[in-house]
């Protein structure tokens, strides 16, 4: 099992000549183009089609509401205030209304949270939506990772199995399109459960981030990929520790129509069903704090092409990570972005 060269992450300038020759950059290389090229068939197999999309947007997915899991990187572009966008949803959501199959991306998004061993400033995002509720998109997600996983195998295991040490983890995901689920609620009662056989306090597992609302810390999501042995879907999460865009629940009820899969480093593709109509998408703006002056244009998407869609995206870096069975995402770009740093190339 070979290891990776320790360079400086925080300043590749001295090193990216050598890297070029470098093993492990170059079956990240060998990795990236495959999940491309994977990504690509995937999607025109089941009738996706992709999108064109800018990278520059008025209307961020994780504004600084109630939910937000990212900050977001505002610039000035000529004269306006503009964003980089972290996502494209709401550009895939219009898509459907063309695409009646759904529609797909596969390009950066940026993040105003500084790059550490889970988090990158810019990432690459394989992004889908399409009509359908929330199980339809995790029937996707999970067609999805097999798809990829086999590919990998058939292309690439050899340098994969140099530095990951092993491609079982590939294999398993490859051989199968079934990933066990559970609610937010029964992974609580699973980690309470962990954490009392262990003598720990639950807050190490999960945390109260308002009134009524909790969220995983990153230790209860890898206790729970430990407990499931691999990959599990945890579904309806409480509905204000998610963006307003996820629709809600009645069964059970007051909760997000969302779903996060998580595997290697934890959460590697987070998936969701949207509001329908102006009504829910309204009221969901108001729960969350978020002023609906900037989002008027998908308030009048819903009132004139009302559509039930779902969605994912899926962090690629992450992905690569648990590929090569890695424990930092920083090494699994070739080209890296540090907010507050001019890097070359």
């Known amino acids: ?184 609620n029964e992974a609580i009662k699973v980690l309470e459960k962990y954490s009392s056989h262990h003598n720990l306090s639950p807050d190490h597992f999960y945390k109260v981030i308002h009134p009524d609302t909790r969220a995983l810390t990153h230790l209860g999501e890898k206790t729970l990929i430990e407990i499931y042995q691999g990959m599990i879907w945890v579904t309806h999460y409480d509905q204000l520790s998610v963006p307003f865009y996820q629709a809600i629940s009645t069964s059970p009820p007051n909760k997000a129509m969302n779903a996060d899969l998580l595997f290697g480093i934890g959460e590697v593709i987070g998936a969701g069903e949207r509001h329908t109509n102006t009504p829910e998408l309204l009221n969901a703006l108001k729960r969350h704090a978020v002023p609906p002056k900037e989002y008027q244009w998908y308030i009048e998407l819903k009132e004139k092409y009302p559509l039930k869609t779902a969605g994912f995206g899926m962090g690629v870096e992450r992905f690569i990570l648990w590929v090569l069975n890695h424990n930092d995402i920083r090494d699994c770009q070739l080209f890296p972005r540090i907010n507050g740093k001019d890097i070359v190339p």
């Open 1 to 184: 099992m070979l290891h990776k060269n320790q360079y400086d992450w925080a300043d590749r300038l001295p090193y990216f000549l050598k890297t070029i020759e470098d093993p492990w950059y170059q079956t990240v290389a060998m990795i990236q183009d495959q999940i491309s090229i994977l990504s690509h068939k995937f999607f025109e197999k089941n009738k996706i089609k992709t999108l064109h999309l800018p990278i520059t947007t008025g209307s961020i997915s994780s504004p600084m509401g109630l939910g937000s899991d990212s900050k977001p990187v505002e610039i000035e572009l000529f004269g306006v205030k503009t964003y980089l966008a972290d996502s494209m949803q709401f550009m895939l959501e219009y898509g459907c209304r063309i695409f009646k199959e759904g529609c797909y991306y596969l390009m950066p998004s940026f993040r105003g949270e500084n790059a550490d061993e889970r988090h990158l400033c810019q990432f690459y995002h394989s992004e889908a939506e399409i009509p359908g509720n929330l199980d339809n998109v995790i029937k996707l997600v999970n067609s999805y990772i097999q798809f990829l996983s086999a590919g990998l195998l058939e292309t690439c295991s050899f340098a994969i199995k140099k530095f990951a040490g092993s491609i079982t983890h590939l294999e398993k995901a490859a051989q199968n399109n079934y990933i066990q689920k559970i609610t937010f």
